[in-house]
């Protein structure tokens, strides 16, 4: 019930609320939600109400994601992974406000929501906004209870929302409460640009956008600051204010402001020293401030000339990237800043520097990680248009919200110095729909010019069509065998091209298949087996290629920007090329699964496919590293001394069989030697960018190769013929974000007894934590692997796993992570 005021005392409630509430306050909206999915047949009748019952709801923190804490399910759709992420989910949550926030304004702000959110406020409904990937804010100052009780009640439906990979369900981004002042900064309502630079100084545009809501015209100024900024966000020192400038907004009215001011001596923003800066914007009544807006930002200067690369400030930079898609692997689509932190840091150690965030907006934080770290971004928006995919893709919502969904994500992300381009789409179904792609791309550029605008095209033809006057940068997908093609036609002699997307090569971790030879999947099907693939990395579907092939055509076309290879990480979904039910018996391994299956295709006339994550990654599900992160590492960091050898060296069943060996090496040239005996030296010729040995005979013992750069030795590796696994190695990693750490990753190896890595080791594991926290995730990289996320007990796959415990924010005590399985010696680590 709302609290009851005289006039009087509701008018000195409103100057008072007014003086005091000089600086915006924006708090974390994530603990104590209450949740229920509901059961098919079940009524949601009133559940928006605010004085419902929903004491018998689950209680929870964000982020969630419904789905991935489900079951895998074969009946399901292995393409978005087997998960129960469809249904409906109400989310509520009780709040107070005080009564001294009278007059003030409250906003919610979801990061994002999965998916065809409607919001109300005790009761009355505020809106909604269908695209699960667009971050928005809801102003409830109309319905907030002052002095009293509110109540938020969230309804999202993913029965009607389809996708092509795993999209996650519920509320699994931050969300926020914000109050203001009557007079306020509107929601992303700042915007930075570093139109010039020198050694000496940076001339620095600032435009903020004021709303006033009261019914008075208001007397408004805006001043400036700027800080710099470190990589946990703190603040040093003023190093310049602006001028300020005064306005009368008239009631109910917007202003937009431009301020421009000079930083002496910037330092630069680059993916090798990404500095940053922060404006605090003051809005000013009477020399008082009444509202407070801090926008970080890096000053650079990105050039996409249309036959010479990329350049920022000046230098010339090879887009090294790769295509994620947003899930993080056993935490499924729940954004933790730190599990994708850990992500960045493994693809930095890899030589990557760009992201392509395939196929819609990430999530803000993202952004925030790649301004950090020093990666480049390519912003993309949508996986369809007008013309579908799916029934209840994008398509459904195009006409009604393309824009409202653009306009979202340009002013969003426009501040942050990663993001170099933007992409409306990817792949759509509308390549031959020219006026299209124009009209979205002129969406963009109302919001910023001052970037290039892309997408994703499949088709080939799309590059000399007319469909690629709706970009400054023409992306192509594959089609590699195009590129001289699009570059040369007339219309593009002022247009660049990326390699939006690259190779899709596939590969399971730490398996491998023989004979050994290179080509489309299609072609290998009497080699693949027991739903893996080979870790050769020689194995692609019929659009991909190998990586090898795929440096090649950027070695033979220097006028490409650069690449965004499929994908950085496994991810859940789409499992090609096993992502149907089969018909064809392949050649299975073991013969307890030859004939189970066997049985299956008799009684069925199919066999149900237990592959739920994808075999594209670079690094597995879990962020485990492949052989293929080698290969990328030794071209992208030339300048590092590695060498990596594959396959590994357990195999008992083929003593005298041919077992080829590949090496991956920065180097130019390498000798490999088998229990100390020359298998002789090989020098890389020209577009190779491995050397393979073919014809090596398998005996146990060393594997042994010295790499050699310009005659000097370089580097080396070896692997191990071991015995069965006996012990366990725990190590455990943490990604602090702003100082603060809540997530420990563990990593479960598992050693024979002389401490060697036993790649081939499948034992079972169980998992127990003593103390504080709760183990929130496990995993094995295993694209087969049918066992919960959430469950406690999982074998190693290749002779690994992973335990993703979380911490309480507040620790009072140790915890302690106890890993035990059949044979193998207990062991444990202090969190």
């Not at 603990?31 to 109400?49: A, C, R």
């Not at 004021?210 to 008075?216: C, E, K, P």
């Not at 910023?448 to 940068?473: H, L, M, Q």
């Not at 099907?525 to 080979?534: E, G, R």
Request: proline share 5%; with cysteine; glycine share 8%.
């Amino acid at each position: 019930m709302k609290n009851l005021l005289t006039p009087i005392a509701a008018l000195l409630l409103l100057i008072v609320s007014t003086n005091l509430s000089a600086q915006r306050t924006t708090s974390q909206f994530t603990k104590d939600w209450k949740f229920l999915l509901l059961k098919d047949g079940q009524s949601d009748e009133g559940f928006y109400k605010k004085d419902i019952d929903d004491s018998s709801w689950r209680t929870l923190d964000l982020p969630h994601d419904w789905g991935v804490e489900g079951e895998f399910d074969l009946n399901l759709e292995n393409n978005t992974g087997l998960l129960p992420w469809k249904g409906i989910g109400w989310y509520r949550k009780e709040f107070t406000v005080p009564a001294s926030d009278e007059g003030r304004k409250i906003f919610i702000q979801f990061d994002g929501a999965m998916a065809n959110s409607r919001i109300w406020c005790n009761g009355e409904l505020v809106g909604g906004w269908p695209y699960g990937y667009s971050s928005f804010q809801m102003d409830l100052t109309p319905y907030i209870n002052y002095g009293g009780e509110n109540v938020i009640a969230v309804k999202l439906d993913t029965k009607n929302w389809d996708s092509r990979w795993y999209p996650g369900a519920g509320l699994y981004r931050s969300v926020r409460l914000v109050k203001t002042s009557p007079v306020y900064v509107g929601y992303n309502g700042v915007y930075v640009t570093t139109p010039d630079f020198n050694d000496e100084k940076a001339f620095i545009s600032v435009q903020t956008d004021v709303l006033n809501s009261t019914g008075r015209a208001k007397d408004v100024e805006v001043d400036l600051k700027f800080y710099r900024l470190d990589a946990d966000d703190n603040r040093s020192g003023t190093t310049f204010n602006a001028k300020p400038v005064s306005v009368t907004i008239p009631a109910g009215g917007e202003h937009t402001f431009r301020l421009d001011a000079e930083i002496e001596r910037p330092l630069l923003w680059s993916v090798e020293e990404p500095n940053r800066y922060g404006v605090e914007v003051l809005v000013k009544q009477d020399g008082k401030v009444v509202d407070s807006y801090f926008q970080p930002f890096g000053i650079r200067k990105i050039v996409f000339t249309p036959r010479d690369g990329f350049y920022l400030n000046g230098k010339r930079v090879q887009i090294k990237g790769v295509c994620n898609h947003h899930d993080l692997g056993p935490l499924g689509s729940a954004f933790y800043a730190e599990a994708a932190k850990r992500q960045l840091v493994k693809l930095k150690e890899m030589g990557a520097n760009a992201i392509r965030t395939s196929h819609n907006p990430p999530s803000p934080e993202l952004l925030d990680l790649c301004d950090k770290l020093g990666f480049l971004v390519e912003d993309e928006a949508f996986d369809a248009w007008r013309k579908g995919k799916r029934k209840n893709d994008y398509n459904r919502d195009f006409e009604a919200w393309n824009f409202e969904d653009l306009k979202a994500m340009v002013k969003r992300d426009r501040n942050h110095p990663s993001v170099v381009i933007w992409s409306t789409g990817n792949e759509v179904p509308d390549q031959r729909t020219n006026h299209l792609g124009y009209s979205l791309y002129n969406v963009v550029k109302e919001f910023d010019a001052t970037r290039p605008v892309s997408y994703g095209c499949n088709w080939g033809g799309a590059g000399t069509s007319g469909f690629e006057k709706g970009s400054d940068i023409f992306g192509l997908n594959y089609n590699h065998r195009n590129y001289k093609k699009i570059l040369d036609y007339p219309d593009n002699k002022n247009r660049g091209m990326i390699a939006s997307e690259t190779s899709s090569c596939i590969s399971s971790r730490g398996i491998y298949f023989f004979p050994v030879k290179f080509g489309k999947i299609n072609d290998q099907k009497d080699i693949q087996s027991d739903f893996q693939v080979t870790s050769y990395d020689n194995t692609y579907p019929g659009w991909g290629c190998t990586p090898d092939r795929q440096f090649e055509q950027l070695a033979k076309f220097p006028e490409v920007y650069g690449e965004f290879v499929w994908t950085g990480f496994d991810y859940i979904g789409e499992p090609t090329p096993y992502n149907k039910d089969m018909t064809n018996l392949l050649n299975y391994q073991d013969p307890k699964m030859k004939a189970k299956l066997k049985k299956e295709l008799e009684e069925l006339g199919k066999i149900e496919v237990p592959s739920r994550s994808s075999y594209f990654g670079i690094m597995d599900l879990c962020g485990f590293r492949k052989d293929r992160f080698y290969n990328y590492q030794a071209h992208w960091r030339p300048e590092l001394p590695m060498a990596h050898i594959l396959p590994h060296w357990n195999w008992p069943d083929r003593k005298g069989k041919v077992t080829p060996v590949h090496v991956y090496t920065s180097g130019d040239e390498a000798e490999l030697f088998l229990n100390g005996k020359s298998l002789g030296r090989k020098k890389k010729g020209e577009y190779e960018y491995r050397l393979i040995w073919d014809n090596v005979k398998y005996q146990p013992g060393t594997l042994k190769v010295v790499a050699y750069k310009d005659g000097k030795e370089w580097a080396t590796d070896e692997v191990q013929t071991t015995g069965k696994a006996k012990k366990i190695k725990l190590t455990k990693e943490t990604y602090p974000v702003n100082g603060k750490s809540i997530l420990y990753f563990v990593t479960v190896d598992l050693l024979d007894s002389k401490d060697r890595f036993v790649p081939t080791a499948t034992n079972d594991l169980s998992f127990n934590l003593e103390g504080e926290g709760e183990i929130i995730a496990t995993g094995n990289g295993d694209p087969t692997c049918l066992i919960s996320f959430k469950k406690t007990e999982r074998p190693a796959f290749s002779g690994k796993c992973l335990v993703i415990v979380k911490m309480p924010e507040e620790r009072k005590g140790k915890s302690v992570l106890k890993v035990k399985g059949k044979g193998l010696t207990t062991k444990s680590v202090e969190l």
